[in-house]
């Protein structure tokens, strides 16, 4: 039986990508019975006798699953940010990582507008570029104006599944379409907003771009830590995951435990002050969310 990818999911029909080839096909009655829905994404086995008639016979294990964009198997995720307009924000950024961490997708971050910057705002924005490098973050700086960055960009979708996602109004629109020009014409707006307006209900899309795959979605329509537990918000920042080794207790959550090699760091500033008082805020949070039934 051949083997493929679905790419788009739309009314019951999912479209799955073999050999070049797109074939419609339906989920068999099974998967309803397991209460398994596939996703854009999913690895599938499938049979077909055409182009238009195939059924789904097996989903392949994910290596992992998004909920709000529901899609798979994602490679990583390019969080765009503007450094202006709206301005650079640590802490909408460290909310991304955080969700993307935890969804073990590797996060790539993207600071775009950098030619509308004075020569301080520009400072500030390397600083913080240089303070996210530092945690082993891949920062690039970019300008759909002048071009800037757009070079370090373009190798980064071969031969991967990306998800795009950030702030509306960043640019991503702008970013993708200078990268690959006749995008637009092929799939109109993929602004890939929160999930506000006209993109709440648009439908999940793998589109090609070069040798990989880019997620035309809505983005990450939420952006609450639904089914993270704080035991494991210290892996999503991995300058503190790598210290926690260190501390006196273990499973040590770095707020008030004695000889805490995470707390040291901070008042070392070793680490950026945001960061943790980002990972205090978001600990609360959770602390604070309701029970989900």
């Known amino acids: 039986m051949p083997e493929g990818r679905i790419i788009k999911s739309l009314s019951g029909f999912y479209y799955v990508l073999h050999d070049g080839q797109v074939t419609q096909c339906r989920g068999r009655g099974v998967f309803r019975k397991k209460k398994v829905t596939p996703l854009v994404g999913d690895n599938v086995v499938f049979q077909a006798e055409n182009k238009l008639e195939g059924y789904i016979l097996e989903i392949k294990e994910r290596k992992n699953e998004l909920v709000r964009p529901p899609i798979s198997n994602v490679d990583q995720a390019l969080l765009v940010f503007s450094a202006i307009e709206p301005d650079f924000s640590t802490m909408l950024l460290d909310r991304f990582l955080v969700l993307v961490e935890s969804n073990h997708i590797e996060p790539i971050i993207c600071i775009s507008k950098v030619d509308l910057l004075s020569q301080q705002q520009k400072q500030e924005i390397e600083q913080y570029a240089e303070e996210y490098r530092k945690i082993g973050y891949e920062v690039i700086l970019t300008s759909t104006v002048t071009e800037k960055g757009m070079e370090r960009i373009q190798p980064l979708f071969e031969d991967r599944v990306t998800v795009i996602a950030g702030q509306s109004g960043v640019g991503k629109s702008s970013l993708l379409n200078t990268l690959k020009p006749e995008l637009e014409l092929k799939t109109n707006d993929i602004s890939m907003s929160l999930?506000?307006?006209?993109?709440?209900?648009?439908?999940?899309?793998?589109?090609?771009?070069?040798?990989?795959?880019?997620?035309?979605?809505?983005?990450?329509?939420?952006?609450?830590?639904?089914?993270?537990?704080?035991?494991?918000?210290?892996?999503?920042f991995p300058e503190m995951s790598r210290l926690s080794e260190q501390c006196k207790f273990r499973g040590c959550?770095?707020?008030?435990?004695?000889?805490?090699?995470?707390?040291?760091?901070?008042?070392?500033?070793?680490?950026?002050?945001?960061?943790?008082?980002?990972y205090l805020q978001f600990i609360e949070e959770i602390k604070q969310r309701k029970p989900r039934y």
């Open 195 to 236: 999930g506000r307006g006209k993109h709440t209900t648009r439908h999940v899309e793998l589109i090609s771009f070069g040798e990989g795959l880019v997620a035309d979605t809505p983005g990450f329509s939420s952006l609450e830590f639904l089914t993270l537990e704080v035991e494991e918000l210290t892996d999503c």
């Open 253 to 278: 959550l770095h707020v008030k435990e004695p000889k805490c090699a995470v707390k040291e760091a901070y008042e070392q500033k070793e680490i950026p002050s945001y960061r943790y008082e980002h």
